[in-house]
T-cell receptor, first 113, second 111 residues
Framework: NAGVTQTPKFQVLKTGQSMTLQCAQD?????MSWYRQDPGMGLRLIHY???????DQGEVPNGYNVSRSTTEDFPLRLLSAAPSQTSVYFC????????????FGNGTRLTVT | LAKTTQPISMDSYEGQEVNITCSHN???????ITWYQQFPSQGPRFIIQ???TKVTNEVASLFIPADRKSSTLSLPRVSLSDTAVYYC????????????FGSGTQLTVLP
């Protein structure tokens, strides 16, 4: 049981490039979400999904796209990377029940030059 | 969104009890308040959650007053390995699943 798996662990992009951060969970969780963490800013919610085919915006969605075609996977796409998107990205999942805690991956450290 | 407010940092010595308080307004009346611990280069890890009054597990206690406008995480007899950032998390009243973290409290345990 791997939990929440994020790939890659590290990535360097040039401004304007696109990429997809992968997130997969093997716990059959309905809820999945993406956060970014910047120094001194805590975790800010980018997008979330309450089930396959359903996504919604969080606090800081601009510049990011998501889709949820399966229960297991919730990729985060950067269409045109900007230096302001340099951050550590965390994916999290939980079951749908009230009080179900979030399970986090170990993060992807992204640098945009 | 529910706004949570925590102290930015706290220092303690090994063996002491540490209490970290989180203020949260406008939270959902029927959802839990959850605390997470984060070490450098790792994702946050669930510590404890509660709905009201007091909850205790093997690592911490959580105190929630009747008005649910705040909660206090209590770590008994901390050790150096408890040095981490601690976050409280609450769901905003009326939101679906927008789970908003506060800025966290950096706890430093000194020898």
């Amino acid at each position: 049981n791997a939990g929440v798996t994020q790939t890659p662990k590290f990535q360097v992009l040039k401004t304007g490039q696109s990429m997809t951060l992968q997130c997969a969970q093997d716990m059959n969780h309905e809820y999945m979400s993406w956060y970014r963490q910047d120094p001194g800013m805590g975790l800010r919610l980018i997008h979330y999904s309450v089930g396959a085919g359903i996504t919604d915006q969080g606090e800081v969605p601009n510049g990011y796209n998501v889709s949820r075609s399966t229960t297991e996977d919730f990729p985060l796409r950067l269409l045109s990377a900007a230096p302001s998107q340099t951050s550590v990205y965390f994916c999290a999942s939980s079951s749908a029940g009230r009080g179900s805690p979030l399970h986090f991956g170990n993060g992807t450290r992204l640098t945009v030059t | 969104l529910a706004k949570t407010t925590q102290p930015i940092s706290m220092d303690s010595y090994e063996g002491q009890e540490v209490n970290i308080t989180c203020s949260h307004n406008n939270i959902a009346t029927n959802d839990y308040i959850t605390w997470y611990q984060q070490f450098p280069s790792q994702g946050p890890r669930f510590i404890i959650q509660g709905y009201k009054t007091k909850v205790t597990n093997e690592v911490a206690s959580l105190f929630i007053p009747a008005d649910r406008k705040s909660s206090t995480l209590s770590l008994p007899r901390v050790s150096l390995s408890d040095t981490a950032v601690y976050y409280c998390l609450a769901r905003a009243s009326g939101s679906a699943r927008q789970l908003t973290f506060g800025s966290g409290t950096q706890l430093t345990v000194l020898p």
